[in-house]
């Protein structure tokens, strides 16, 4: 069923002072980390797909913690 989810993120702030090459080492270790399943997302709320715009604003207002995902079926 998580197939079936989309994750809506903002970048951490961190990140996004970082030079380009350490971005995408960073995004790259994240990535083999995630396939490997050595991390998870926490998904604070999940929104069906007509309440995309709650969940925009919940990302736009920043005071979420986790991941907003949107259930696409």
């Known amino acids: 069923m998580q197939d079936n989810l989309v994750i ?3 970048c951490h702030p961190f990140i996004s002072l970082l030079p380009q090459g350490h971005k995408t080492k960073i ?3 994240l990535l083999a980390f995630c396939a490997q ?6 998904i604070e709320t999940t929104y069906p797909l007509d309440a995309v715009r709650d969940a925009l604003e ?6 979420q913690f986790g ?3 949107l259930r696409i079926v």
Not at 37 to 42: A, D, F, K, N, S
């Open 67 to 69: 991941k907003l995902a």
């Open 27 to 29: 995004s790259d270790d």
């Open 58 to 63: 919940r990302l736009e207002s920043g005071e």
């Open 37 to 42: 399943g050595r991390v998870r997302p926490v």
């Open 8 to 10: 809506l993120s903002s």
